[in-house]
């Protein structure tokens, strides 16, 4: 096959995944929000939990639409653009992707409708089923799709018959693969603390303000409780999600640590520029052996270099090496802004403190950059492997014409540019108004999120 | 298993979840191509209501019918979306337009909000079209050697496939018509009505024209018949000749039924109108799974994959179906002339 075509299908699977990741990674959390939300109204009845409820209820439809039919271009792409693959592994990996439609698409699809339009029309403890049902799905989604994906990094439980096809000779060892239980873990985390950082942004925007009404101060609490104690536990399971990959994808940790040489005692590189075709980093700022303790858990011990891998195995390593290190960057700062809300929580300086709300309206957005960020170093690592060892990713493109990709290609961007920037916009000025303290029930003629849809007709 | 190939089992099953996906989305899309026709926004809102708590979950058979088709039949998979890949990326764009215009409409003031409606009408209309073309560039059959896709980036589009696409846009819009006579209430039902007995008359066209046309697109499909151009061959269209006999009575039904008392019956007499046309293309085409090409058997999973699924599916579709029915029972009464449903 062409190298055009592979590199404009790659291009196009990744802006295509990658537009996708942004919503689950949003949605995932936001519906176990939710569902806390409306326990705790249930609950508790103080109704700044309903009115949080209500307000992150439209933001949540708005994003769960987009996600949604940005994973429907996402079944389609697998035969549009990798028939090959698909064809050699469907049978080893098309029952996770089934499963995945079966045990969640339909629960989240069905109970969302439930969820949006049922406020009136169906008893409280009903609704509150119906939103757990939602937020139930997006974790059995993302269960599926990572055992999937997990199998693709570290694959087992499987033969290659004589035709070239994969045949399964254990499901349980291909889901259970060895790195699904830490990317499982990572991802869904990843998504809780996104969640965590858009809430707490959104909350801080409305102090500043001058909004100091419950609903922003609890908000504000929930999300520092939530990034405190997550942020770094996060630091430690993607410390376990590295060890896996040392174990399993050697390659891969060489390149995201900028490693070139194989040795004892690797440096934790802070900085440099990783220079592919001379083999090593320029500007290099790094701490000498504690890489090895983090990979190995001992300073001296001698690790793979990616001049143990022939040219031809390596991933890339610039775009590795990098996307590692924003997302790694961005975990700490969480950690960071977690620690600070949580000293400003115990002085009870938490609702007046500007400089630390404002902090977290710039970091607002973190989350979204660090999932792609991970996502980029996940997936350019594994390269250039499809099936990471087994399958390369240049053997498994579909017999479609350049033009045909390139011309997809182009409209896929233009029209995610603009059913993005429109999304973006909408959820923006919802956070912009935040949540009201007689938030309005919604009626059931429309999505929760219309307030002006009464007022603001079309002509 | 049950003394049946899996793959047929599974051929069957994909095959239902694809027609409950014509069925249910269908609507959905149908009331989309209806957008144009309404009187102003105020209906506009209506329409998008009587769909609006439904359309995710129809859609998902969409993506039932894409991942089944991948996990069961991969290599039909494989063969199959390279030769339609046009078309193909073509309908998720515009169910992506059409998709979030859902809720962007709401959100979006004066121009925005005209931008989405549009964006709705336009991708309900594009998405039917796209599925028209995949599914006449499938009928026709699609060049494969060894078992991938040996043609040209175009095949798929010859006069044969937008003659379908036509069909189905009509097809849909019946649909569409029909669920609004089953919504909706008022001056937009009076309408639905209208839209009704005309989309049934130029649906019996179609369909006709298409069938005719379908005869012709391989000797298999004309001898499976014994239709041809010049002659009948009895004793072989008899036994197949109850199907489009079937058709036209179920056309001149939903013709009388629009002004029937029971609104849900045009939809039931329209869903029963594309079960025929969609049972005769099954007798058309049998045992292929991409016409002419490839068996299930062929392009089947391997049998441990099969039958894992065969259990989840088992277990898993009857849950799907309970709760879909009740989300559909919930929110079953008519939307009001303000759009909320009371």
């Known amino acids: 096959m062409e190298l055009e075509a592979v590199l404009l299908a790659r291009l196009q699977f990744a802006f295509t995944i990658g537009f996708h990741i942004i919503f689950p990674a949003f949605t995932i959390g936001l519906a176990s929000f939710l569902a806390v939300l409306e326990g705790l109204w249930l609950w508790t009845k103080k109704p700044h939990f309903r009115n949080l409820y209500l307000f992150w209820v439209k933001i949540f439809a708005l994003s769960f639409g987009m996600g949604v039919v940005s994973g ?74 990572l055992a999937a994906n997990s199998w693709m990094q570290t694959p087992q439980g499987f033969e290659v018959a004589e035709d070239g096809t994969f045949v399964a000779t254990s499901f349980m060892e291909v889901v259970f693969n060895p790195s699904l239980p830490s990317r499982f873990a990572h991802m869904v985390v990843a998504a809780y603390l996104t969640t965590a950082m858009v809430v707490a942004g959104a909350a801080a925007f409305g102090l500043l303000r001058r909004r100091a009404n419950g609903e922003n101060r609890t908000s504000l609490r929930m999300a520092v409780l939530m990034m405190a104690i997550v942020a770094p536990l996060q630091l430690v399971i993607g410390h376990e999600s590295g060890v896996v990959a040392h174990e399993h994808q050697p390659a891969k940790v060489a390149a995201m640590e900028g490693w070139w040489q194989t040795r004892s005692g690797q440096p934790t590189i802070l900085f440099a520029i990783p220079d592919e075709a001379g083999e090593r980093n320029h500007a290099e700022v790094a701490i000498p052996r504690i890489g090895s303790w983090v990979v ?81 170093a996940a997936e350019v690592g594994r390269q250039p492997y499809v099936v990471y060892g087994v399958l390369r990713t240049v053997d498994a493109v579909s017999p479609v014409a350049v033009g045909s990709i390139a011309a997809s290609l182009l409209t896929f961007l233009i029209v995610y540019a603009i059913v993005f920037s429109a999304g973006a916009l909408y959820i923006l000025r919802l956070i912009e108004r935040g949540p009201d303290s007689d938030e309005p029930e919604p009626v059931s003629r429309q999505p929760p999120g219309s307030p002006l849809a009464a007022a603001v007709e079309e002509r | 298993m049950f003394g049946l190939e899996l793959s047929m ?78 078309p193909i990326i073509l309908m998720l764009l515009a169910l992506i337009f059409r998709g979030v215009a859902f809720e962007f409409r709401h959100h979006a003031r004066e121009r925005g909000r005209r931008f989405w409606t549009a ?49 189905l846009v009509i097809g849909y819009a019946l649909l569409g018509a029909a ?58 269209f008899v036994r197949l000749a109850p199907l489009p006999v079937i058709a036209a009575m179920l056309c001149v039904f939903l013709w009388r039924g629009a002004e029937g008392r029971n609104h849900l019956t045009p939809y039931l007499l329209a869903v029963g109108l594309f079960l025929v046309g969609y049972v005769g293309l099954a007798v058309s085409l049998f045992p292929y799974i991409i016409p002419f090409a490839m068996t299930p058997a062929d392009a089947a999973a391997a049998d441990n994959a099969l039958s894992l699924m ?33």
Not at chain 2, 316 to 323: D, R
């Open chain 1, 296 to 376: 190995a858990g001992d300073m001296n011990a001698e690790v793979k270099g990616l001049d143990a891998f022939a040219p031809a195995d390596r991933p890339p390593v610039f775009i590795t090496f990098w996307a590692f290190r924003v997302m790694v960057g961005l975990g700490l700062a969480m950690i960071a802004l977690g620690l600070w809300g949580a000293v400003l929580w115990v002085l009870r300086k938490l609702d007046g403190a500007n400089w630390y709300h404002r902090a977290l309206v710039l970091a607002g957005p973190s989350g979204f950059v660090a999932v792609l960020a991970g996502w980029i």
């Open chain 1, 72 to 145: 429907v271009v996402m079944s389609y792409q697998f035969g549009t653009n990798w028939s090959v693959f698909s064809a050699q592994v469907g049978s080893v990996i098309g029952p996770l992707l089934a499963y995945e439609v079966l045990t969640a698409f339909f629960l989240e699809a069905s109970f969302l409708g439930v969820m949006l339009f049922g406020w009136k029309r169906v008893g409280p403890g009903l609704h509150f089923f119906a939103t757990c049902m939602v937020a139930i799905g997006t974790l059995f989604s993302a269960f599926w799709i």
């Open chain 2, 310 to 342: 065969l259990w989840g599916a088992l277990v898993l579709l009857p849950v799907i179906l309970s709760y879909t029915a009740y989300v559909y029972w919930l929110f079953r009464a008519k939307v009001g002339s303000d759009g909320a449903y009371h």
């Open chain 2, 119 to 167: 964006a709705f009408a336009g991708g309900s209309f594009a998405a039917a079209v796209a599925q028209g073309l995949v599914l006449g560039g499938f009928v026709q059959g699609v060049r494969i050697e060894n078992g991938a896709f040996v043609g040209g980036a175009f095949d798929w589009l010859t006069p044969f496939s937008l003659m379908v696409a036509t069909a």
């Open chain 2, 179 to 236: 669920w609004l006579v089953f919504k909706t209430q008022g001056a937009l039902f009076d309408r639905a009505r209208a839209w009704l007995k005309q989309a049934s008359l130029l649906v019996m066209l179609a369909m006709g024209a298409v069938s005719l046309a379908t005869l012709g697109v391989d000797p298999r499909v004309t001898a499976r018949w014994g239709v041809s151009m010049t002659n009948v061959d009895w004793p072989v």
């Open chain 2, 9 to 86: 089992i599974w051929a069957v099953l994909i095959a239902v979840a694809v027609f409950i996906y014509v069925a249910l989305d269908g609507f959905d899309l149908g009331v989309g191509i209806l957008f144009p026709f309404a009187k102003d926004a105020r209906e506009r809102d209506q329409m998008q209501a009587a769909i609006a708590p439904v359309w995710d979950g129809n859609e998902t058979w969409l993506v039932l019918g894409g991942g089944g088709l991948f996990a069961a039949f991969p290599k039909a998979y494989a063969a199959l979306m390279p030769a339609v890949y046009l």
